[in-house]
């Protein structure tokens, strides 16, 4: 019966080790990317749903040409494929939101060690938006967006997003 306790020591130690020669790794430095990929989407896909009934209309205007050579065909298109733009945009803005709420917990544990979730995680953030600006806080004063409670304040306006599931066309695929 205590044959097998040897190797669940074994296992212990190896993982143990694994773990500390892995987590010693890294410098720990503060890094707010994540926290503010997280609250720019949660605040931003809200706007996106608001926007749906725009980015919808721009979708199925950018998507005429590839639908149909016809006057006919692109007026059928423009009547019965704008709703389904519409809830395919409205659904793309609510998972954002969804996903800007699931990356607020590692942004906030990943805020104060040097690592950040990789930007594909951040896949509903890639489309074409109808506001994307450049915050100037983000980058002025470079340690601004390091203070906590002004992270916030350090965000990249970007919503509108036109989602690149509904786009057709050679470049749907990148959203441009």
Avoid: C
Wanted: net charge negative.
């Amino acid at each position: 019966m205590s044959s097998g306790l040897p190797i669940v020591r074994a296992l212990a130690a190896a993982a143990a080790l694994t773990f500390a020669l892995w987590g010693g790794a890294a410098p720990v430095q503060a890094s707010p990317d994540t926290f503010r990929m997280a609250l720019g989407n949660l605040v931003g896909g809200s706007l996106d749903t608001a926007l749906s009934p725009m980015t919808a209309t721009t979708a199925t205007i950018d998507n005429l040409p590839h639908v149909s050579d016809s006057a006919a065909g692109q007026s059928a298109y423009a009547v019965f494929g704008w709703p389904g733009q519409l809830i395919v945009q409205a659904l793309a803005g609510g998972l954002r939101s969804a996903s800007g709420a699931l990356q607020l917990v590692p942004g906030l544990a990943l805020f104060f060690v040097k690592a950040d979730l990789d930007e594909r995680f951040d896949p509903f953030a890639g489309g074409e938006a109808l506001v994307d600006l450049e915050n100037p806080l983000g980058a002025e004063p470079p340690w601004l967006k390091y203070v906590l409670p002004l992270t916030p304040f350090t965000i990249d306006p970007k919503f509108g997003i036109t989602a690149p599931i509904g786009q057709y066309g050679p470049n749907a695929s990148t959203g441009k």
